[in-house]
């Protein structure tokens, strides 16, 4: 995963993100934000960059002090390939599994590939 800061980066994929609407809506919003000053402290994640599969916005780890909190660890995605996002969710540390955690996004199969990676390593999820 690679973490966006360059305000030319951030501009480029919410270019490419407002094209992707109305799927691309959860995670287009904290892009701006973060394209804008980033008041909030949240990070923007793409699995590569300029051709990315998945994009992943999350507050920075450090500023979530709270494991519990599962308001205040909210994360928001959109995917062009389902198969990026169930890597993303197996295979990296960009979504905490430790933490109480909410998931934001609006496309088919997202809902079924967080239930099963959580299944898999035995979490409940509600």
């Known amino acids: 995963m690679m973490i ?3 305000p030319g980066q951030l ?3 919410e270019g490419t993100l407002w094209r992707s609407l109305p799927a691309a809506l959860p995670v287009l919003g904290t892009v701006m934000t973060v ?3 980033n008041p909030a402290s ?4 793409v699995d590569s960059w300029p051709h990315f599969g998945v994009v992943l916005a999350r507050l920075r780890p450090e500023e979530n002090r709270d494991p519990r909190d599962f308001y205040t660890n ?3 995605v959109f995917y062009r390939e389902e198969g990026a996002w169930r890597a993303l969710l197996g295979d990296t540390k960009a979504v905490d599994w430790t933490r109480a955690f909410q998931m934001h996004g609006m496309q088919d199969g ?3 590939a967080v239930r099963e990676v959580a299944d898999a390593k035995g979490l409940r999820m509600d």
């Open 4 to 6: 966006l800061t360059c």
């Open 11 to 13: 501009q480029r994929l």
């Open 35 to 37: 394209a804008r000053g």
């Open 42 to 45: 949240y990070e923007v994640l």
């Open 74 to 76: 909210q994360l928001t």
């Open 110 to 112: 997202m809902y079924e």
